[in-house]
């Protein structure tokens, strides 16, 4: 969740300066270099992404008969199954692989005091600033954020070229240590940290407004400096609970789904006979009234989460804070990415509830972005949901033989996040047949449809046999089944919406009794026997394969 109830803002202020990246090559996250992994910003390459999402019915505007509404977004016929499968995998992940977490489905909405508890109500603010000019909205810290990341990309810049000056001699870290322009650029930038830092926690905006100004930040729109102040603005929606508007009856949409399972800590504990350490898991719909909505579904109004949080004994809650910080960077590299795509960006400065804070960030085709949180909450939410309801929220240890309220590690991924991710990275023109060929090399579990079936032609009995294939197969995996077109054509729109394996019947399979088998990624072709097919798409499309790799 991203809520600092002493500095009334949302953590994302406060994470500056300490980004962990991972050395070439090495396994692990724990080196403190500024050689950052091969530049992937690239807008077009976005566009392509975003229209292709469209084209082969991904993702759609919500509402694009009505000229569609902003920062809110549909999910067509093969991006729900490819959400339904990010969402599964996290999902056996957390709760089938791991006997002491439980899932739980609670109702977005909940008594409006649990958002006077939780602080949201008080401090789930984002910082807006207005350009007179344009009159577009922008988030204060979010200009500032993005001056900030110039700055690391110069810093970036100016180590490269002296990587390449020095050649094997190259003492990256001391270089970045001594160099007086490197200096400077990470001294602006933790200055400016200090003085967001300062403005947001006093509620003097007039600092953060003086800082835009004095940096010389245009709007990117009217190009002008014409700023409004610094407002503080709540992301909750609100909405009635009965017919009658009379004010006291206002309910929130959640703007995170945590709140949902620290409230029902009692009751999962109680009735699944819980004992601590233990995790409670859930996936489900959060509403936030985004200031700034961009980057297509990064930012949105209404999207998904999957949050797991894990409830242990005090003065254990570091050693599990690492614990799901390997655990879950392990998940996310499982799926196949190059892990010098990912990175740790460590809070520095966190709230006073808080004792250990890490977002796990991908690079996107435009910079690195977070796409999960790992926070180490202390007794914070359950402590306020304790004082709030008046009622005890304890945890008695039959092994120490006291009560105590539980210490929490949270971690909090999006999904419509994990689902850009996963089309950015997978989404590729292979240029090696000569005609550039647009794939999507999903991992084969996530694929929203594991095979095709595919007659050659539409006659001499190829779709009867087609047919026979796919009704055996399609009880056990999503197939499809097509025989329009030339087969070359049909290979082209498998491989464009991730499909793993094409199986194609021929004259031959009539009487061979077997098929051609087509791979996504290479075009390898093979035949195999028709009996093996079951087999061969659970060996390589099922999940299992991946949750064991965990
Ligand atoms: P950000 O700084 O990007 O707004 P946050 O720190 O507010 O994120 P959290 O409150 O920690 O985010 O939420 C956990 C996860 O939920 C984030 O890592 C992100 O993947 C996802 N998330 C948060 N806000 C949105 C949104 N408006 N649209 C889509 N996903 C979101």
């Known amino acids: 969740m991203s809520l600092q109830l002493t500095f009334s803002t949302s953590d994302r202020f406060f994470r500056k300066s300490s980004f962990l990246l991972w050395p070439t090559g090495s396994g692990a996250p724990n080196s403190r270099t500024y050689l950052c992994p091969a530049n992937m910003q690239n807008e077009d390459l976005f566009k392509q992404v975003v229209a292709h999402a469209k084209e082969y019915g991904f993702v759609f505007q919500s509402s694009e008969l009505y000229d569609g ?34 899932g739980l489905d609670s109702a977005i909405f909940m008594h409006p005091r649990i958002w006077k508890a939780s602080g949201h109500v008080d401090g789930f603010n984002d910082p807006m600033i207005d350009n007179k000019d344009s009159k577009k909205r922008y988030r204060a810290d979010v200009l500032l954020e993005d001056y900030q990341e110039k700055n690391r990309q110069k810093i970036q810049k100016e180590v490269e070229k002296a990587a390449k000056r020095f050649g094997a001699s190259f003492d990256e870290s001391m270089f970045i240590k001594t160099n007086p322009r490197i200096q400077e650029l990470a001294a602006a930038n933790e200055r400016i940290d200090q003085i967001l830092k300062d403005g ?18 245009v709007c990117p729109v009217s190009g002008t400096k014409n700023w ?4 503080q603005f709540n992301l909750m929606y609100s909405t009635q609970m009965s017919a009658t508007e009379n004010g006291e009856d206002s309910l929130y949409l959640r703007p995170e789904t945590a709140q949902g399972i620290f409230v029902n800590f009692l009751n999962v504990q109680k009735t699944g006979r819980m004992k601590i350490p233990f995790g409670i898991a859930q996936t489900g719909k959060a509403f936030r009234n985004e200031i700034v909505a961009r980057q297509f ?22 050693t599990w804070y690492s614990h799901w910080k390997e655990a879950r960077m392990k998940w996310h590299l499982s799926l196949g990415a190059d892990v010098r ?12 509830y808080a004792n250990a804070a890490v977002d796990i960030e991908f690079e996107f085709p435009f910079g690195f972005k977070e796409v999960e949180g790992i926070h180490s909450r202390t007794d914070f939410d359950l402590g306020r949901h304790e004082e709030f309801s008046g009622k005890k929220i304890r945890y008695f240890d039959p092994e120490s033989n006291d009560s ?14 994990m689902f850009l991710l996963t089309l950015c990275r997978c989404f590729k023109t292979d240029l090696s047949g000569g005609e550039p060929r647009t794939l999507l090399s999903l991992p084969p579990a996530l694929a929203p449809i594991k095979a095709a079936i595919l007659p050659l032609i539409k006659k001499d009995g190829l779709p009867e046999l087609a047919e026979r294939i796919f009704n055996d197969l399609r009880y056990d995996f999503a197939c499809y089944y097509e025989e329009k077109d030339t087969i070359g054509k049909r ?9 793993p394996y094409c199986i194609t019947v021929d004259h031959e399979s009539l009487a061979q009794e077997d098929v051609t088998l087509r791979h996504r990624d290479s075009m390898h072709q093979e035949r195999v026997k028709i009996s093996a097919l079951r087999d061969i798409l659970s060996a390589n499309t099922g999940m299992n394969n991946l949750l064991r790799s965990l």
């Open 200 to 217: 947001l926690e006093s509620g003097e905006l007039g600092i953060v407004k003086s800082l835009i100004e004095e940096l010389g930040i």
């Open 297 to 318: 579904i990064l930012r949105m109004k209404e999207f998904e989460q999957m949050e797991m949080q894990f409830f242990c004994k005090p003065g254990t809650e570091l």
């Open 491 to 499: 290979y082209r729109r498998m491989d464009a919406i991730g499909t």
């Open 69 to 102: 509404l902003s920062a809110v977004y549909d999910y067509g016929q093969n991006g729900v199954e490819l959400k339904k499968n990010i969402r599964e995998y996290w999902w056996r992940s957390m709760v089938q692989l791991h006997q002491n977490i439980v």
């Open 228 to 231: 409004t102040d610094v407002r």
């Open 341 to 352: 795509h990912y990175r740790f960006h460590d809070h520095v400065k966190m709230a006073h």
């Open 404 to 417: 105590y309220i539980p210490y929490v590690v949270e971690t909090s991924i999006g999904l419509d996040r």
